[in-house]
């Protein structure tokens, strides 16, 4: 049982280019969540999956897309990274999007836009 | 201003020292508030979750929730080098369905660096 699992762990990318971020999870969750975590600002929600099927903006959303390509998949892209960029990216998953749901992390993804 | 603010830091206390760890916050309608612990390059971990007020205790770690003055912290008692870490508060509004289900995403502080020295 790997839990949340993402690749790349590391990337380094030139303005501009674009890329995709993979997270897949093995607990048959149905609720799925990316965030990214930034010196003094805490995590932020960028965009989550209730359920397969379904996705809904979060805190920042501004470049960035998501897909839902399954129940176990949730990838995040960038189209054309930005400096601002910059940043620690975590997928997250939880049984559902209650308020009582334990959300579980993933590794990250430690990205760099040049 | 912040939702949530989280003094970041860095703490640094020895080995058996109390660690209290705080958030203040000014969404009233949070209702259920978390402690997540994240070690130096990993993913956030629930340490502990409570609802509405009160206090909850698990071994070495007592949450507090105070929602009159909108306050909530963690204690860690007899602190190991092993505690060090950051520790992040979380809170989700309640946001009540039909059938007595609530959905909130998650708000999340800053972070506070903890290190406890032998």
């Known amino acids: 049982n790997a839990g949340v699992t993402q690749t790349p762990k590391f990337q380094v990318l030139k303005t501009g280019q674009s890329m995709t971020l993979q997270c897949a999870q093995d607990m048959n969750h149905n609720s799925m969540y990316w965030y990214r975590q930034d010196p003094g600002m805490g995590l932020r929600l960028i965009y989550y999956s209730a359920s397969e099927g379904t996705t809904d903006k979060g805190e920042v959303p501004n470049g960035y897309n998501v897909s839902r390509l399954n129940k176990r998949e949730f990838s995040l892209r960038l189209e054309s990274a930005a400096p601002s960029q910059t940043s620690v990216y975590f997928c997250?998953?939880?049984?559902?999007?209650?308020?009582?749901?334990?959300?579980?992390f993933g590794p990250g993804t430690r990205l760099t836009v040049l | 201003q912040k939702e949530v603010e989280q003094d970041p830091g860095p703490l640094s206390v020895p080995e058996g020292a109390i660690v209290s760890l705080n958030c203040t916050y000014s969404n009233s309608a949070f209702q259920y508030f978390m402690w997540y612990r994240q070690y130096s390059r990993k993913g956030p971990e629930l340490l502990m979750y409570?609802?509405?007020?009160g206090n909850k205790e698990d071994g070495r770690f007592t949450a507090q929730v105070d929602k009159s003055s909108k306050y909530i912290s963690l204690f860690i008692r007899d602190s190991q080098p092993s505690d060090s870490a950051t520790y992040l508060c979380a809170m989700s509004a309640a946001a009540w369905y039909a059938g007595g289900t609530s959905y909130g995403k998650l708000t999340f502080g800053q972070g506070t660096i903890l290190t406890v020295h032998p």
């Open positions: 997250a998953s939880s049984e559902d999007d209650k308020s009582t749901d334990t959300q579980y």
């Open positions: 409570t609802y509405s007020s």
